[in-house]
């Protein structure tokens, strides 16, 4: 073994009983591509987990070079060279390509320099052949798009290592030449290639070596020129096997499923098919130019006009409970957003679409349910201990046997597969052609949707190509070839008489029918805010005739500073998807604490009462901190705990309102620039650098992209507990200045001067726009929502409406502002 290999020694790993790896050794020689085999579940994606500092060990090191190293991290991995591209895609939905690609080392200082940012981010798509926008969210994209950006995202980092799990199952042939020429232009280079692949051709075109895992123990290494598919699959299965497609039907029934110029805008156009029982029809071309599209239309998760008969009947399936009900059912490409239920176990994924057949008197049977989730389990081979484990602890190959297993339970009429053998092995693979080709002998119509053409080819009876849109050529499954479907979608994609390249095809057909506008879209909502806030001002000065007068106004900016203040900081834990309950007894706290140590004569000075409110705020967010991130308790719980202790810690100081601040504190936190409070300017100054923070600074990138998707944050070397801890921090800091101005409001110690600050902060983030499931949020919005909330009390003060009611109606425009951002969401592309 030379110095500069890469050797990973008797690697150990178990999962709760079960033992993933069985001291594994695996070795990589500087400048070649090695590919690792093996069936699902054998371990492989494991080990590349622990290369990428993903997972530790449990016994066993690592050597680069000749020296050990510990990868301690996803970062630490990637500051020794090494980068993985995840066969299910870590990326942040509510980020944007450009922001994904660069994520955790973006260009620029504190400050990203956007404009940096795009050049090298196109400049990487531009090498893949890949046409997308940079300013698409990644939530809009396909999933072969999807893959292209996490394949950019790992080469931004120039790795000297680089790890690629199942990186073409969601890629077009055009697709998959031009990363296989980028791969070898990095071999080239003198980079190490760990290529994780279940497609034996694109193995023997790409691999210089191959190792072979079973069971979680290396079964050995061969050379590609000296080794052939037979072997392979014997070394992977450990029998005999022959790789062949069940054969064909040799008859038809009677059409089951008929379709009449089925269109949908901007994603197909006049489609018209039948489908026969008994038979598999396959929907070819270059992926995004409508094929998926359809059959997600007929499954009633798009729009769709024309008309659809099912054995002759007229009917109209408008959501997938009326197509299932009919008999339809859809099995999704994408496991992970479509197919599974992650947090639950291999029991209730399999059994949840079939809970009405397994209720007994109103009760779900137990024996029923484990009966249907041993059959599943035992049909499609599924690697588990027991039925109970949870779906999100298998391998990606045996997640897809369990949403195979869920759908071909029941006895549907219509079947619609989307790359269902998607990151599964040799062995499973053909399993899965045969239970797919015995769905169609027992009677119902298959479509099959495949990005993979040679399993469309030797899976399907009959093939209709699809391009841009329209079914453009029909071809019997026993005449296609690759070139006739590829020839067939390219030659009907021209534009403006320009043929379309395969890879710009994929782009535009996805992305042509929505123009970015990330501004717009970001400040959409905060425009529409300042016109309600606008459109109440006016309405309250028509009500009342205090509203416009000087000391209203005043005493307006008053009462939203505090509230402006809390709202930023609960705006940046509720970007992390969190939320802060202890804000109000905080500022309870905060005022008992200025009541005792800022008083006349012999109390502290202004500066050390302001330091001491301070860091009692920041020791709360600490605590608060230290309950999420080291004793895992979930964020409402944990703070609901420190609501209660800091609440009574505020009754204990000042049971009752009482005390009487220095007139020194006062002048200070009640100073004024003319007519203007001088700390409602510096909470604007705040707003203002938050959001330009948020927008282009890498603070911004580091909430949004951990709030989105926390995995791919920390998977992208993002110190997630750190940004976690600086979030709550602040919250509780913002939380105590505000218990500073309440204090020097009310001119003494209140234990209930802040409760109301709970629910109104709250309630200002969400009116101003951010999902409270983290990832989305403007300091923008949050300030005008906190103008709106005070606004609103001011009015109904002015009207003298009770505090009671005020309560409702803090309520009801939370409830309204949730729903009317819910409305608004565009369904995520598929």
């Known amino acids: 073994m030379s110095a500069d290999e890469l050797a990973l020694h008797k690697i150990e790993k178990s999962f709760g009983g079960v033992k993933a790896l069985k001291g594994v050794s ?320 291999i029991r209730e994924n399999l059994s949840l679409p079939h809970l009405k057949s397994l209720v007994t008197a109103g009760f779900i049977s137990a024996s029923k349910e484990n009966r249907l989730a041993r059959d599943a389990i035992a049909r499609y081979a599924v690697k588990t201990p027991s039925a109970e484990a949870g779906v999100a602890t298998l391998s990606g190959g045996n997640q897809q046997k369990v949403v195979l297993g869920r759908w071909t339970a029941g006895t549907p009429r219509v079947y619609i597969f989307e790359d269902p053998t998607r990151g599964v092995d040799v062995a499973t693979k053909l399993d899965i052609y045969r239970q797919i080709r015995g769905l169609a002998e027992e009677g119902a119509a298959v479509i099959l949707v495949a990005s993979d053409l040679m399993e469309l080819i030797g899976l399907s009876d009959r093939i209709l190509i699809f391009s841009q849109g329209r079914i453009v050529d029909e071809v019997a499954g026993a005449e296609a070839t690759e070139e006739r479907i590829v020839g067939s979608a390219t030659g009907a994609a021209h534009v403006g008489g320009v043929l379309t390249s395969h890879g710009a095809g994929v782009a535009r057909a996805s992305t042509a029918s929505r123009p970015e506008r990330p501004l717009f879209d970001r400040y959409a909502s905060s425009f529409a805010l300042a016109l309600l806030t606008v459109l109440l001002a006016v309405v309250t000065a028509f009500v009342s005739p205090y509203f416009l007068t000087s000391a209203n106004a005043v005493n307006l900016a008053n009462q939203i500073t505090p509230l402006a203040l809390v709202a930023l900081g609960q705006l940046a834990v509720i970007l992390l998807g969190g939320i802060d309950l202890s804000v109000g007894p905080l500022i309870s706290l905060i005022t008992a604490v200025v009541s005792f140590v800022a008083i006349q004569d012999s109390g502290l000075a202004v500066a050390e009462a302001i330091a001491l409110s301070l860091m009692a705020g920041l020791a709360v967010g600490l605590f608060n901190a230290i309950l999420i991130l080291w004793l895992r308790i979930p964020d409402l719980i944990a703070t609901l705990a420190s609501y209660s202790i800091v609440f009574g810690l505020a009754l204990t100081l000042r049971p009752s309102p009482g005390g009487m601040v220095s007139d020194s504190y006062l002048d200070f936190f009640e100073a004024h620039l003319g007519p203007v409070p001088v700390a409602a300017l510096l909470v604007l100054v705040l707003a203002i650098i938050f959001e330009i923070l948020l927008l282009r600074g890498r603070l911004g990138q580091r909430l949004y992209g951990t709030g989105s998707s926390p995995e791919a944050a920390r998977v992208a070397g993002l110190a997630t507990g750190l940004i976690r801890l600086g979030a709550y921090s602040f919250c509780a800091v913002m939380s105590a200045l505000a218990g500073l101005l309440i204090a020097a409001r009310i001119g003494s110690g209140d234990p209930q001067a802040g409760m109301a600050f709970t629910l109104t902060s709250i309630t200002a983030v969400v009116v101003g726009g951010a999902s409270v499931f983290g990832g989305r949020g403007t300091a923008v919005g949050t300030l005008l929502g906190a103008i709106v909330v005070g606004l609103m009390q001011n009015a109904l003060n002015l009207m003298q409406v009770t505090a009671y009611y005020q309560y409702i109606w803090a309520g009801a425009l939370t409830l309204i502002a949730v729903a009317s951002h819910a409305l608004q969401r565009s369904p995520h592309k598929k």
């Open 26 to 345: 695996f070795f990589c020689r500087k400048g070649e591509v090695h590919c690792l085999l093996g069936e699902n579940g054998a371990g492989k994606s494991t080990l590349m987990r622990i290369l990428a500092g993903v997972m530790r060990p449990d016994a066993g090191r690592i050597t680069i070079g000749g020296r050990e190293v510990e990868l301690t991290s996803p970062r630490a991995a990637q500051d020794l060279g090494i980068a993985m591209v995840y066969q299910d895609t870590r990326l942040v939905p509510d980020l944007d390509v450009a922001q994904n690609v660069w994520l955790g080392h973006e260009p620029g200082g504190v400050l990203v320099d956007r404009n940096q940012m795009e050049r090298a981010t196109q400049e990487i798509l531009t090498r893949l052949d890949a046409v997308i926008p940079l300013a698409r969210k990644v939530s809009d994209l396909s999933v072969a798009e999807r893959q292209i950006v996490e394949i950019a995202r790992a080469l931004t980092r120039d790795p000297s290592i680089l790890i690629l799990d199942e990186p073409t199952s969601a890629l077009d042939m055009a697709e998959i030449d031009r990363l296989f020429a980028i791969v070898r232009g990095l071999k080239d280079q003198g980079k190490t290639i760990i290529f994780i692949s279940h497609r034996l051709p694109e193995i023997f075109a790409i691999a210089d070596r191959i190792t072979v895992l079973k069971d979680g123990e290396a079964v050995g290494t061969v050379e590609r020129s000296q080794t052939d598919a037979a072997q392979l699959v014997r070394m992977m299965v450990g029998r005999e096997m022959t790789v062949a497609y069940p054969p064909r039907a040799a008859k038809t029934g009677p059409v089951r499923l008929e379709a009449r110029q089925l269109t949908s805008p901007g994603r197909f156009h006049e489609a018209s098919f039948t489908l026969s029982a008994g038979e598999i029809v396959g929907f070819g071309g270059i992926q995004g130019n409508g094929q998926a599209d359809i059959v997600r239309a007929i499954f009633g998760l798009s729009p769709l006009s024309g008309e659809l008969r099912l054995d002759g009947e007229k009917v109209e399936l408008t959501s997938p409970r009326e197509a299932i009900a009919k008999g339809v059912v859809y099995i999704p490409g994408d496991r992970h957003r479509e197919g599974l239920f992650m947090p639950h176990s």
